[in-house]
């Protein structure tokens, strides 16, 4: 099965690490784009995005998931009723 998985804290990063190793097949990670963090400000990764680089997963980090793309048409196998 298929899962998108989104999340950000180290909580999230937790649970993508499960859900890897139940063997879904994850081929998008949606998180936080990268803050500044700490005395010198420097872009530091949420927890999830550095999950999913050690697994090989493709991240993505939308700033408003309101300014994403369209979603995409599912197939009609896909879909669920």
């Keep these: 099965m298929k899962?998108?998985?989104?999340?950000?804290?180290?909580?999230?990063?937790?649970a993508l690490k499960a859900v890897a190793a139940a063997g879904f097949e994850i081929p998008l990670v949606l998180t936080q784009p990268d803050r500044p963090k700490g005395r010198g400000m420097q872009l530091t990764?949420?927890?999830v995005k550095q999950a999913a680089l050690e697994l090989g997963l493709r991240v993505a980090q939308p700033e408003n998931c309101a300014?994403?793309?369209?979603?995409?048409k599912c197939s009609k196998r896909s879909r669920r009723t």
Excluded: L, Q, Y
């Design 45 to 47: 990764a949420p927890p």
């Design 67 to 72: 300014t994403t793309p369209k979603p995409c």
């Design 3 to 14: 899962v998108i998985f989104a999340g950000t804290p180290d909580f999230a990063a937790a």
